[in-house]
């Protein structure tokens, strides 16, 4: 297991971005700093990596996983029936010069396999921060992204310490962020009907 180090005020090299994202390219999981929390993360559509992610988090396997992705257009490949409603939410916290950690449930594309949902019709997405997160995405595509912790155990890593070390020792690069991360995970909103649900309070408050 390898750790890099970063600094937020640090001109992140593409070397990092490129060797990151092959990582994951070849299936590997690497523990990723958001802006909320330390999170698990694999391709989002390699079975044998979810799987593992699954065995070391101790969480069943229908229990699906957000999926972060780099751009809008990332959508058309994983949601289907993105609603006004959807249109409106995602505009307001998501096409913006500074997206906020929201996380927004649509109705999964009928081409996805069953497997990156866990079995759900739907599927559970969030744009990425801006800055590296982003680079790296932009070159394996979207990524499953979950809290580094054990299922069940309420626990919100913002540093590399906050994680298990059952954990840590399982992945195969933890990427540290000198600098803490807030902590708090982000909001969860159903947006598969004309309302929106709110799921999962969090860091971004939505008033319906």
């Not at 989002?44 to 699954?54: A, L």
């Not at 992705?69 to 409603?85: C, F, G, W, Y």
């Not at 626990?155 to 994680?163: F, L």
Request: hydrophobic residues 40%; contains cysteine; proline residues 5%.
């Amino acid at each position: 297991m390898k750790t890099l180090k970063i600094n937020g005020s640090d001109k992140i090299t593409k070397t990092f971005v490129s060797e990151t994202a092959e990582l994951l390219m070849e299936g590997k999981i690497v523990i990723l700093p958001t802006g909320t929390v330390y999170g698990l993360s694999s391709k989002y559509d390699d079975r044998d990596s979810i799987d593992k992610i699954h065995n070391i988090k101790k969480r069943n396997k229908n229990q699906p996983f957000i999926i972060l992705i780099s751009r809008l257009d990332d959508l058309k490949k994983l949601a289907s029936d993105i609603n006004p409603t959807a249109r409106k939410i995602l505009k307001k916290f998501w096409d913006i010069k500074d997206p906020k950690p929201l996380t927004l449930i649509f109705k999964k594309n009928s081409a996805l396999e069953s497997f990156i949902t866990g079995g759900s019709p739907n599927i559970a997405i969030r744009l990425a921060d801006t800055g590296f997160l982003r680079e790296i995405i932009n070159i394996c595509g979207p990524i499953i992204s979950t809290s580094a912790t054990i299922s069940g155990i309420k626990t919100y890593p913002k540093k590399i310490e906050d994680i298990p070390p059952e954990i840590r020792k399982q992945v195969d690069l933890i990427v540290e962020n000198t600098s803490s991360l807030t902590g708090i995970e982000s909001t969860i909103v159903d947006v598969t009907g004309k309302n929106p649900v709110l799921v999962r309070d969090g860091a971004v408050k939505i008033v319906f």
